[in-house]
């Protein structure tokens, strides 16, 4: 069974920082590009970052400079440092391994709020 299970999530105050780690069971992540995602109420889903197998990475204009993903492919996991953090960074981030047959993490809530 794949599971890919996101968790550091929390509630911080504008400014402070937040590390999301993404750990997957039943595959391995490393033939695939893996993503982070966030859905903010009443919003679509959104591509915040996503690392290519070969380490390519891409982020959304509005989190480059302040977020860095990465992977540890002997750990089976991906992670979402988070700095600067806005209170429109406010949202569910969730875990994804990209590709056929794509999946999911049930997400983690990450609150900016003073």
């Known amino acids: 069974q794949v599971q890919l299970v996101e968790s550091g999530g929390g509630l911080v105050q504008p400014g402070e920082s937040l590390r999301l780690s993404c750990v997957a069971s039943?595959?391995?992540?490393?033939?695939?590009?893996m993503g982070w995602y966030r859905q903010a109420p009443g919003k679509q889903r959104d591509m915040v970052a996503t690392?290519?197998?070969?380490?390519?990475?891409d982020y959304a204009e509005s989190v480059k400079g302040r977020f860095t993903i990465s992977r540890d492919n002997a750990k089976n996991t991906v992670f979402l440092q988070m700095n600067s953090l806005k209170p429109e960074d406010t949202a569910v981030y969730y875990c994804?391994?990209?590709?056929?047959?794509?999946?999911w993490g049930q997400g983690t809530q990450v609150t900016v709020s003073a």
């Open positions: 994804r391994r990209l590709g056929i047959g794509t999946y």
């Open positions: 039943g595959i391995r992540i490393s033939p695939f590009a």
């Open positions: 690392i290519a197998s070969n380490g390519r990475i």
